[in-house]
């Protein structure tokens, strides 16, 4: 089974904080997705990485950067978080460019 | 526009009833198309796969079509089980981008 690991469940920062938010996948998968989920809004792509050191913006990379420097391991960083920021982020990968994307748990951020 | 857009719902059904929806997407250069479910306060979990011509996985089918720009989920039968918020997903040919619908919400009653 595939297994993408997201570090944290809950988080909990201040507003200014850089946060850090690390997702791992198990399959050697060859792209990597950031997504944040809020009500009514639906998931919407932060970034996404389709090979090491390589990374596309999404919908809303504002305020947001990501680092894939393995390829098991993609990074998404909040450089200074504020409130607007707090959500639920969520991790996939996928083995290949046609093929479909498996999630993390999700990490529920709040930013206070 | 969204890229990818879905009837939000939310449908109420009843046990065994058949319950069917659509999610539209806006690039026409989409290649690859999938439904998820996703329940509460979980992650997205891969329902099916969306094929051209159309495929089932038991109770449920989906279909696509290209000239129209639309994907669709039918469920048959429904189960209390099925009550869950379904996402459709497209990957878009020149980017690989992978974008979701804000999803359906579906409620078996008994």
């Known amino acids: 089974d595939v297994k993408v690991t997201q570090s944290s469940r809950y988080l909990v920062k201040r507003t200014g904080e850089k946060v850090f938010l690390e997702c791992v996948q198990d399959?050697?998968?060859?792209?990597m997705f950031w997504y944040r989920q809020d009500p009514g809004l639906g998931l919407r792509l932060i970034y996404f990485s389709y090979d090491v050191k390589m990374k596309e913006k999404g919908d809303i990379p504002e305020g947001y950067s990501v680092s894939r420097e393995k390829k098991e391991r993609f990074s998404l960083i909040l450089e200074s978080a504020s409130t607007n920021q707090t959500s639920m982020y969520l991790c996939?990968?996928?083995?290949?460019?046609?093929?479909?994307?498996?999630f993390g748990q999700g990490t529920r951020l709040t930013v206070v | 526009r969204k890229e990818v857009e879905q009837d939000p719902g939310p449908f109420n059904v009843p046990e065994g009833a058949t319950v069917a929806f659509n999610c539209t997407y806006s690039n026409s250069a989409s290649q690859s198309f999938f439904w998820y479910r996703q329940d509460c306060r979980k992650e997205p979990k891969l329902l099916m796969s969306v094929y051209s011509s159309g495929n089932e996985d038991g109770r449920f089918t989906a279909q696509l079509n290209r000239a129209s720009q639309y994907i669709s989920l039918l469920i048959r039968d429904s189960k209390l089980s099925d009550s869950a918020t379904y996402l459709c997903?497209?990957?878009?040919?020149?980017?690989?981008?992978?974008?979701f619908g804000a999803g359906t919400t579906v409620t078996v009653r008994a």
């Open positions: 996939a990968s996928s083995l290949s460019q046609d093929h479909e994307a498996f």
């Open positions: 399959m050697d998968h060859e792209n």
């Open positions: 997903a497209v990957i878009r040919s020149n980017d690989y981008k992978l974008s």
